[in-house]
Every structure is written in C-alpha cells, then in structure tokens.
C-alpha cells in the first residue's frame, strides 16, 4: 500500500509540473507588456467602457 501511495504522488507531482508549464506558457502568450512584480493582481473590468461611463 505504501509503494502504491508514493507512485500515486509521484504521478501527481508530474501532472502538476506539467500543468504549471502549460499554465506558464499561456500566461506567457498573453502577458502585459509591463511584466507583473510579486503577487500583483491585474485589474480586470467587468464589461467595456460605454459611451457615457463616468470615471471618479
């Protein structure tokens, strides 16, 4: 059973590299121009800007 449980993990650590580098890749694609320093959150809008919409 334990062998059993360590490939299980064994098997989940790659699926998670390899899902971390595909996430990286598309992030890549789709990057700001300004690289993101840290944690920063970019600001995301709920729908476009409409004629008339007031900024404050």
Sequence with gaps: MEEHTKQAFVMLRQEATELLALFDRLCC???PATP???????PVRAHPPQTGDVTL
């Design 29 to 31: 694609d789709t990057a």
């Design 36 to 42: 993101m320093q840290g944690n920063e959150v970019e």
